[in-house]
């Protein structure tokens, strides 16, 4: 089963919109953490953003902003005022398992086209 | 900015070829990893090394990988016998305990394509 979903393959926005990433997972782990990666055409993977499963806030980090709804299991990403180099995958992930044998699980991810 | 370190960038072999990719992690990082990308697909766990050995590997990391932190920098993924299936960018990523964020730090990637 899959452990992060990310139910759009691809996503649209307008320069200086704002847009919104789904993410959802399954765990039964009290405790986990929720990460955001950007992937450019150039293929690095970017570390964007976090949350924590007991933050009682929604992380920001600039224009990144983490809609964590906990009941629901779900972690958008929403990205404010696009812009052109915002273009690329998306992936979101999930940690998963104890001290030395934790690991990120990733979603299939979303790649997101920021138009002119 | 510290950041994880991967060469090299793209690795051309003949099926049936050994290959070493090579990874310096961030140096006060003490967990390490190995995922791979296969072209448009999602970014796959392999293995994780931690104390000098492998706490966990993936169905993906059969004997014919193997991962080895010959000194105090570098990480090594060793792929004995490449198949064309193994063509794929492979990512090296690090990170340790005690950040308030604990987050996975990856490497650029090594793009390997197999013939």
């Known amino acids: 089963a899959q452990k992060i979903t990310q139910t759009q393959p691809g996503m649209f926005v307008q320069e200086k919109e704002a847009v919104t990433l789904d993410c959802t997972y399954d765990t039964s782990d009290p405790s986990y953490g929720l990460f955001w990666y950007k992937q450019p055409s150039s293929g690095e993977m970017i570390f964007l953003i976090y949350q924590g499963s007991y933050d009682q806030q929604n992380a920001t980090e600039g224009r990144y902003s983490l809609n964590f709804q906990k009941a629901r299991k779900s972690a958008n990403l929403v990205i404010s005022a696009s812009q052109l180099g915002d273009s690329a995958m998306y992936f979101c992930?999930?940690?998963?398992?104890?001290?030395?044998?934790?690991?990120?699980?990733f979603g299939k991810g979303t790649k997101l086209t920021v138009n002119p | 900015e510290p950041e994880v370190t991967q060469t090299p960038s793209h690795q051309v072999t003949q099926m049936g070829q050994e290959v070493i990719l090579r990874c310096v992690p961030i140096?006060?990082?003490?967990?390490f990893y190995w995922y791979r990308q296969i072209l448009g697909q999602k970014v796959e766990f392999l293995v994780s090394?931690?104390?000098?050995?492998?706490?966990?590997k993936s169905e993906i990391f059969d004997d014919q990988f193997s991962v080895e932190r010959p000194d105090g920098s570098n990480f090594t993924l060793k792929i004995r016998s490449t198949k064309l299936e193994d063509s794929a960018m492979y990512f090296c990523a690090s990170t340790r305990d005690g950040q308030i964020i604990r987050a996975w730090y990856f490497g650029p990637g090594t793009r390997l394509t197999v013939t």
């Open positions: 992930a999930m940690r998963e398992g104890q001290g030395g044998s934790e690991k990120l699980v």
């Open positions: 090394f931690y104390n000098n050995e492998i706490s966990e």
């Open positions: 140096s006060n990082h003490l967990y």
